[in-house]
């Protein structure tokens, strides 16, 4: 009887979580490394790379690098 009693409130407890979240509609936000950044957008830069090294990085390493240190310096001037 206490068995079969305890059983049933846990099934209605279980029920009513499951289905408590049935009519939410939440809207997600994207993850920061998703989302459009205004930030680094508006800032313009003219970076310069010299390499010394004997390991030359092919030319989209050397763009990718210019991109991040361009956002990078963006973000610090904004704060």
């Known amino acids: 009887m206490l068995k079969g009693l305890f059983i049933a409130i846990a099934c209605t407890c279980v029920a009513f979580l499951i289905f ?29 790379v010299y390499q010394h090294s004997i390991h030359h990085p092919d030319s ?12 990078l310096w963006a973000h610090l001037n904004h704060l």
Do not use: F, R, W
């Open 20 to 48: 408590s979240n049935v009519g939410d509609k939440t809207v997600y936000e994207l993850p920061s490394y998703l989302q459009y950044d205004e930030i680094s957008k508006a800032h313009e830069t003219n970076i310069e």
């Open 60 to 71: 989209m390493e050397v763009v990718k690098l210019k991109n991040d240190y361009s956002n």
